[in-house]
């Protein structure tokens, strides 16, 4: 069993900044992928941001050049720095992990709770 815990979420002013962490805990392997998504209001998830095993990152259009995405492997968390979120950022971001279980043929995708970040104009 795999455990997300993600933290930073809050309000934010635009043009500000915000980091959102999540750590990853439990029967974890290795980690092949971790990233965020993020939903907002009425809308579907959407791709933010992922990173690879090997520090390979992919960004969505409406967060490259804004947010940044990086791990700390040995600690398996994933950070997003957010920088100057506009209103339109505003969602409820999940941590996301694929990953590699203890046990032999196990593993897979894990999502977090969700930490809500607000950004006022």
């Known amino acids: 069993q795999v455990q997300l815990v993600e933290s930073g979420g809050g309000l934010v002013q635009a043009g500000g900044f915000r980091r959102l962490s999540c750590a990853a805990s439990?029967?974890?392997?290795?980690?092949?992928?971790m990233g965020w998504y993020r939903q907002a209001p009425g809308k579907e998830r959407e791709l933010v941001a992922t990173?690879?095993?090997?520090?390979?990152?992919n960004y969505a259009d409406s967060a490259a050049g804004r947010f940044t995405i990086s791990r700390d492997g040995a600690k398996y968390t994933v950070y997003l720095q957010m920088n100057s979120p506009q209103p339109e950022d505003t969602a409820v971001y999940y941590c996301?992990?694929?990953?590699?279980?203890?046990?032999?043929?196990?593993?897979?995708?894990?999502w977090g709770q969700g930490t809500l970040v607000t950004v006022s104009s």
């Open positions: 990173i690879a095993r090997g520090g390979s990152t």
């Open positions: 996301y992990l694929h990953y590699i279980g203890i046990k032999a043929g196990s593993g897979g995708d894990a």
């Open positions: 439990g029967s974890i392997f290795d980690i092949n992928r």
